[in-house]
């Protein structure tokens, strides 16, 4: 009997026949910076002043047009950054700039002049979206908070807005719950578009959604970034997503990066254990693994609590390369090349012994 095709798998092959090239970005104007990003937040625990650290001291460039992609286990701190990024969150050490200005101080300018050029496109489709809303009320809202045009001139960009994400200006008088999630969603990305950001945060925006359904918003987010020159910050747990999407990938864990670079070269041959043990879960974890399932090595133990972090790196309870240092002292963020590896940066005191494992 004959399977039929995979409409996630076959938006993803052709996305990796684009043939993209690494570090094609790296001369752009970077967009959006964070440097030394750091949120806390009380446990509510009966210990007086107990704080998670779900972000601690990250720093990323975004450059213009390019897609970053953000991958790691629940609770790394993915969203927490990404609302960060888009001023949700106040971060309480550390600097996020929008086109050269520190946008993070919290000042109302600067929180207008940051609103203007980065938006967020949520997990969730349906509760992302006001029930007692029409689709009109829905997408011309960030038109009407700036004061930017008039009503009719707002529903003129309306449709406008809706026929970019394939949709028809017959349901601007809808309400969310008449639409199918893929549909939601592309209401949430219209909404998103209409002040003509240059950069958009994805916080797992297909995850919620059917395969098929995943493939088309992911086709559509794809489309937007060659017609608009958008840069997009796109987050997931779906590493085969990540991988065919974006141009570089950083790998968190713990609230913190453990490899940043090109996506294929991490992909391909990571040098950080997190890493490794990530992407071995996956059939495409290497090249040479491509279409069978690569050596899996299993992450052990389970996560430390972010409440009492370990000592050193926060990786070493479960990495098979732990040695006295990584117990002692955190691994700063670094580049690496090591064994003719492309460039990449890595926090890691024993990259070169990763690299080498199978």
Same mark, same amino acid.
Not at 115 to 143: C, H, K, N, W
Not at 181 to 208: F, K, T, Y
């Given at each position: ?34 440097? &030394? ?6 446990? #509510? ?27 790691? *286990?629940? #609770? ?30 919290? =000042? ?8 203007? #050029? ?32 008039? =009503? ?7 449709? *406008? ?19 199918? #999630? ?5 209401? &949430? ?35 937007? =970034? ?64 491509? &279409? ?65 494992? *199978?």
């Amino acid at each position: 009997m004959n399977s039929s095709p995979d409409p996630l798998a076959a938006t993803l092959e052709r996305a990796s026949a684009d043939g993209r090239s690494a570090g094609r970005f790296a001369d752009r104007d970077i967009v959006l910076s964070a440097s &030394g990003l750091v949120r806390r937040f009380a446990t #509510g625990s009966r210990l007086k002043g107990a704080t998670v650290s779900a972000v601690d001291g990250v720093s990323l460039e975004l450059h213009a047009g390019e897609v970053l992609g953000i991958v790691g *286990e629940s #609770g790394c701190g993915k969203s927490t950054l990404a609302r960060m990024l888009v001023g949700l969150e106040r971060p309480d050490g550390g600097t996020i700039a929008y086109r050269g200005r520190d946008v993070s101080r919290g =000042r109302l300018s600067d929180r207008k002049h940051l609103r203007q #050029g980065v938006q967020m496109i949520f997990q969730d489709p349906y509760a992302s979206l006001d029930p007692r809303m029409t689709v009109l009320d829905i997408v011309t809202e960030p038109l009407a908070a700036s004061h930017a045009m008039g =009503r009719a001139a707002r529903r003129a960009r309306a449709v *406008e807005l809706l026929e970019l994400v394939g949709l028809g200006e017959e349901m601007l008088g809808r309400f969310a719950h008449q639409f199918s #999630g893929g549909q939601r969603q592309r209401i &949430g990305i219209a909404r998103a578009l209409a002040l003509d950001p240059d950069v958009l945060v994805c916080d797992e925006p297909v995850s919620a959604l059917d395969v098929s359904v995943q493939a088309q918003v992911i086709n559509l987010l794809a489309d937007l =970034r060659q017609r608009l020159g958008v840069s997009i910050v796109f987050i997931a747990h779906d590493l085969s997503v990540v991988r065919h999407l974006a141009d570089r990938v950083a790998v968190m864990y713990l609230g913190r990066i453990a490899e940043l670079g090109d996506t294929e070269a991490i992909y391909d041959t990571p040098s950080h254990p997190y890493t490794k043990s990530l992407l071995s879960a996956t059939p495409t974890a290497t090249r040479a693994g491509r &279409g069978r399932l690569a050596k899996r090595r299993m992450l052990m133990g389970e996560p430390p609590s972010p409440v009492d972090p370990p000592a050193g790196c926060r990786f070493n309870p479960r990495c098979w390369l732990a040695t006295d240092e990584c117990r002692a002292t955190a691994p700063a963020l670094r580049e690496f090349d090591g064994r003719g590896l492309p460039l990449r940066e890595v926090a890691c005191h024993h990259a070169e012994e990763a690299v080498a494992v *199978e």
